[in-house]
């Protein structure tokens, strides 16, 4: 048993967290999974989804499946991504209420749940993954995860404003970063809308940038593992901060209290010209403001365009089953549906705008919204660095993010806060 299932209090947490978590019924009561239902028996299978921006578009999927599937219903549980999520997964892990598909970002987060979650090595869908999803949840050759679809991060940015500032080439080193903020800044333009209310958005998404820019990413990790490499004294983390540096200067005034939805709102609704984010944001972008003339910019860090001329692309979750389930049987055929059935994949590509970690799943670039058009086109390119917060010792993140809030406010300078994220790593992987 993980370090974390065996300190969570399950009293505590039942208590203070589930009352909002959804049904009760326990499809995750402990008990040994037939995967066999008896017949004319109604089955309910348990979802708990982190991807909130499609939330909507995701129970009409539901309700879709229903239609087609009698005798088994689907219960979409949207929790916020990052600390909420895996807050909440422990806490029905703990209480006997686990969901029975839920998401998992691989690497170091599935190690800690590989002992519950399904081998799905013999699904139909394993053939037709592309390389660049399998290796978050693969294990000894065993496939555990399904990619939920392949995502871009970087600067979203409105090019009707930068339009409106005269700019006409866009961004590819740090100094030209910056003098796209100076002129979108005389032009009376807010540059940048940051959401740095949380940890989620800084200590993954934002930290990324400085271990994906490594000469080798895997390798520097391991040297933080095993002692023989530092992020205080690394080249390109202090590089990072110029830019963090940048994004602070020319951003909302606010941004330690801008959350999510604030921050997304003010930028589809032309408050701020640029915004830390990705294709994911296109369905909100498109409920708030149709039509938004949109696109994705790379996040440099210096002023070496081959390094920085690239966005950061990897599977934006997975879909794992909890071994446990009394309905493993019906959850992996859904998953199978949802990959391989012409309305699945219509609701992946048209409706969630994810572009398919799947050969199988032809898409047109206009399906998916500018954004993810962008985004096909750098993985196309091949102007990509992967993601690699998943391997980071369990508990980093939150601690990452709070030395840069306290870097945000000067509570802190850069040398101490890279000081402390070195802390940080050597105190999580001794746990």
């Not at 869908?125 to 991060?153: F, S």
């Not at 549906?337 to 032809?362: D, H, M, R």
């Not at 690699?388 to 802190?412: C, N, R």
């Amino acid at each position: 048993m993980k370090k974390w299932l065996t300190t969570i209090s399950t009293v505590t947490l039942a208590g203070s967290l589930l009352a909002g978590c959804g049904g009760n019924e326990k499809a995750g009561s402990g008990t040994e999974a037939s995967g066999d239902q008896p017949a004319g028996k109604e089955v309910t299978i348990k979802i708990m989804n982190f991807k909130v921006e499609v939330a909507e578009q995701f129970n009409r999927l539901k309700d879709e499946y229903e239609k087609t599937h009698p005798g088994v219903k689907l219960q979409v549980d949207t929790v916020l991504g990052g600390d909420d999520y895996n807050t909440q997964l422990k806490a029905r892990f703990a209480s006997g209420e686990m969901p029975d598909i839920f998401n998992n970002e691989g690497y170091n987060q599935m190690d800690a749940w590989l002992e519950y979650l399904e081998d799905l090595s013999d699904q139909p869908w394993v053939q037709n993954e592309i390389d660049l999803a399998k290796e978050p949840t693969t294990r000894d050759g065993k496939v555990y995860g399904m990619p939920v679809g392949l995502e871009g991060l970087g600067f979203l940015y409105n090019k009707d404003l930068f339009e409106q500032a005269g700019i006409t080439e866009l961004p590819k080193t740090l100094s030209q970063l910056e003098a796209v903020a100076e002129k979108l800044q005389a032009a009376g333009i807010q540059p940048f809308v940051n959401t740095y209310d949380t940890w989620f958005g800084l200590g993954f998404h934002n930290l990324n940038n400085a271990f994906a820019k490594q000469p080798d990413p895997n390798a520097f990790i391991k040297g933080l593992n095993d002692g023989t490499a530092k992020i205080s004294d690394n080249v390109i983390f202090k590089d990072w901060t110029h830019l963090f540096d940048v994004a602070i200067k020319y951003g909302n005034k606010n941004a330690l209290t801008t959350d999510y939805n604030t921050a997304s709102t003010l930028f589809a609704t032309g408050k701020g010209a640029m915004n830390q984010s990705g294709n994911w944001l296109q369905p909100v972008l498109d409920k708030l403001n149709p039509g938004m003339n949109v696109g994705i910019l790379p996040m440099p860090i210096n002023d070496d365009p081959a390094l920085n001329d690239k966005l950061f692309v990897g599977p934006s979750n997975n879909w794992v089953v909890y071994k446990d389930s009394p309905v493993k049987k019906e959850a992996k055929e859904f998953l199978n549906w949802l990959v391989s059935s012409e309305t699945g994949q219509k609701y992946l590509t048209k409706e969630f705008k994810f572009i398919p970690a799947f050969t199988n799943i032809k898409t047109d670039p206009a399906d998916l919204g500018s954004i993810g058009a962008d985004v096909l086109k750098y993985i196309e390119e091949g102007k990509v660095l992967g993601w690699h917060w998943a391997k980071y010792p369990d508990g980093a993140a939150p601690e990452f993010g709070s030395s840069m809030q306290k870097y945000i406010v000067g509570k802190i300078n850069a040398v101490q806060m890279l000081g402390e994220f070195q802390s940080a790593w050597d105190k999580m992987k001794s746990r």
